[in-house]
Each structure stands twice: as C-alpha cells, then as structure tokens.
C-alpha cells in the first residue's frame, strides 16, 4: 500500500521532504477551498521542486463542478505545472453519466499533454450529504472514463471517517470493483492508524491522509510532522507483515 500525504502549501511540503523516505506521494491541495481544494499552478511548481525527484507530486483539481470544459483545462494544468497524479473530486456530479462526461474530458487533456500521468477519478464516501453520485459507483466511472485509479475521500471534513460512511464491507467491494477493472483503489477520509489494519486486509493500493499526520490530529490547525508521518508509515508496515504472515486480525 502507497502512502500519499496531502501538504496545504510549500512550507508543509517541506515537511514531507524531511520525511520522503516513509511516503510515496505527495498530494497538493487546498484545504481551505473543500476537501479536494486545488492550489495555485505555481504552489504546484514550488512543490514539483522542493520534493525528491523520486517522489511523485499528485495535485487535486477542485470538488469540481459538472463542467467537462472547465475540469478539463484545470486539470491540464495541473499536469502542466509538475504533477503526475492528477486528482478530480467529482462533486458536482450527480449521476454516473455526468461523472463519466467530465472523467472523458480530463483524461483526455491530461494524456495528451503527459500520456505517463495518472488520472484519478474521486467520490464521496459521505455523497449522501452532499448529493453526488455514489461511492460505489467509482470504479465503473473511472473505468469508462479510461482513468488509472477510483478514489474516495470525505466531502465534509467534521471528524466522521471514511468507514462511518462506507463500512469496511463497502470499501472492500470498492476495492474489489477497482482491481476487477484494472485500476488502482485510493481510499482517504480522516484516515487514522487504526484504519490500517481493515484497509490493509482489503488490498487498498494508495492511503491517503492529511489528519493523521498533523499535530494534534487537526487537518486545519495542525502543521504536518515528519515524526508523524514516520509513525504512520511504522504502523502502515506492521500491518502489512502481519497480513503477509497471516496473522488473525485484532481490528
Ligand atoms: O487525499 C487525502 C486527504 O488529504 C485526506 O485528508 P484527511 O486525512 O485529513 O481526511
């Protein structure tokens, strides 16, 4: 399982460098502009700059609106400014069809520009709050969409995780959906150490996670911490062994 952690600006990221060695991607976004925010082309830049070359850099475009056009050339520009993940929240969308109609779109201007980025098409798992399309629904619009990777987040960051709002079972089918169309499966959503053992068990490839990794697990107050982000990634590897030598689960 990949570790993407997600700093809000350059400073943090810098944080992340100090602890590259304990995550796999790093994530920019803007928490302050919702859950999938996008920061500036040149934050992305910055960032691009200030992580180790073998990091790749992922950048969300927005809990975009049912707008293909305009998703489109945002998330061009994403790819134009260094990133290799290209992230979409599809917030605005309230059927599968329009996921798919704006998924098209974006694949298609980021491939053409950057045809090794990969495009990650992201849900809600608390969608009933917001009113979009549904978290299981993902993976069938990434895959149609030709994207490389079905995600899902939380919409409302109010402390409720990713499994009070898409139990372990759901997240398991998710995953199970992601894989059988040949896609990678991301989950996130106040992800916490104690989520790994489940999320480990059900073959996510990407966890993705801001909380966990600030200090006094606040995504708004808190700075990201390297010694968080190590201790994260120690629990990320003890699950891993332990499902590996297949040890009995203890949560
Ligand atoms: O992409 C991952 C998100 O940044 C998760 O943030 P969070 O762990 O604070 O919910």
Redesign the pocket.
């Known amino acids: 399982m990949l570790l993407?952690?997600?700093p809000d600006g350059v400073e943090e990221a810098l944080d992340c460098a100090k602890a590259a060695e304990h995550l796999d991607i790093v994530?920019v976004?803007k928490?302050d502009e919702g859950?999938?925010g996008a920061n500036f082309p040149w934050v992305i830049r910055e960032i691009r700059d200030a992580v180790p070359a073998d990091k790749p850099v992922?950048a969300?475009v927005g809990d975009v609106p049912y707008k293909p056009g305009t998703v489109a050339q945002a998330a061009l520009g994403a790819a134009v400014s260094g990133a290799t993940y290209i992230?979409v929240g599809l917030y605005g969308c309230t059927t599968p069809e329009q996921g798919i109609e704006v998924m098209r779109a974006v694949v298609r201007a980021v491939k053409d520009h950057s045809p090794e980025a990969l495009v990650v098409a992201?849900g809600y798992a608390d969608a009933h709050r917001v009113g979009c399309v549904n978290p299981l629904a993902l993976p069938d619009i990434a895959a149609r969409a030709g994207a490389d990777a079905a995600?899902l987040?939380?919409a409302v960051?109010d402390g409720t995780?990713?499994f009070d709002h898409v139990p372990p079972d759901a997240c398991a089918e998710f995953v199970r959906r992601a894989h059988a169309s040949g896609l990678r499966a991301?989950l996130?959503?106040?992800?916490k150490q104690a989520d790994l053992g489940p999320l480990t068990r059900i073959g996510t490839d990407i966890v993705?996670?801001?909380?966990?990794?600030?200090a006094g697990g606040d995504?708004n107050t808190g700075r990201i911490q390297p010694h968080l982000v190590a201790a994260f990634r120690a629990e990320m590897d003890r699950q891993a062994r332990e499902h590996a030598a297949g040890v009995p689960a203890v949560n």
């Open positions: 993407l952690v997600s994530d976004k928490p859950s999938l992922s969300t992230k992201s995600m987040d939380t960051k995780r990713l991301a996130a959503g106040s992800v993705g996670v801001r909380g966990a990794v600030c995504r």
